[in-house]
């Protein structure tokens, strides 16, 4: 298997520039779960799916930020306008059973706004 | 509400014994995971706990007592790529696999 697939790996963006992320999970996982990681915060849950619902977005920090799984297999974290504060490392890993075990994480996007 | 602990930093020797104690205030508390992330990588998982004790895999083994909140990790005969990043997550029952992350812990292994 692949494993994970995120694109793009690096983003360079301009402040107040609409960002968008993707994500591929592994073939045949239930869960899907996007992840921000600063230094300051360390890693921090954004929003996860269950069978393409999402399933809790407490942490998703503004209204700027959304997130979409129209299907099994793919994903978007869009922020729209970007800011300075927004650079970070997104990272998006997917789980088979939806249980509280083992999550594969994809390489992360690491996104840089100007 | 959520709270976790854990050293930011730890520094060993190559092949000493370091044990990355993680103390947790989780509701709904489900089991215990730990994922290692080296510099500039992607969180790849080491172990899980669902029941109190010790759980062994290979040089690495991990523990977690429910009735304390508190779990460890104990990594042994130290080699230099074990260098990285610590996490414990602790898991939240019923709500599709939600895993808790904080700061981890940075473990330095010197030769």
């Known amino acids: 298997d692949a494993g994970v697939i995120q694109s793009p790996r690096h983003e360079v963006t301009e402040m107040g520039q609409e960002v968008t992320l993707r994500c591929k999970p592994i073939s045949g996982h239930n869960s899907l779960f996007w992840y921000r990681q600063t230094m300051m915060r360390g890693l921090e849950l954004l929003i996860y799916?269950?069978?393409?619902?999402?399933?809790?977005d407490s942490g998703m920090p503004e209204d700027r930020f959304s997130a979409k799984m129209p299907n099994a297999s793919f994903s978007t974290l869009k922020i729209q306008p970007s800011e300075p504060r927004d650079s970070a490392v997104y990272f998006c890993?997917?789980?088979?059973?939806?249980?509280?075990?083992?999550?594969?994480f994809g390489p992360g996007t690491r996104l840089t706004v100007l | 509400g959520q709270s976790l602990e854990q050293p930011s930093e730890v520094t060993a020797v190559e092949g000493a014994i370091v044990q990355i104690n993680c103390t947790y205030q989780t509701s709904g508390f489900y089991g215990l995971s730990w994922y290692q992330q080296h510099d500039g990588g992607a969180p790849t998982f080491l172990s899980y706990?669902?029941?109190?004790g010790l759980e062994e895999t290979g040089r690495f083994s991990s523990f977690l007592s429910r009735s304390d909140s508190y779990g460890y990790l104990l990594l042994q005969e130290l080699q230099m790529k074990d260098s990285a990043s610590y996490f414990c997550a602790p898991g939240v029952y019923n709500q599709g696999g939600k895993l808790i992350f904080g700061q981890g812990t940075e473990l330095s292994v010197k030769p």
């Open positions: 890993a997917s789980n088979p059973s939806g249980g509280t075990d083992t999550q594969y």
């Open positions: 706990n669902a029941l109190d």
């Open positions: 799916f269950n069978n393409n619902v999402p399933i809790d």
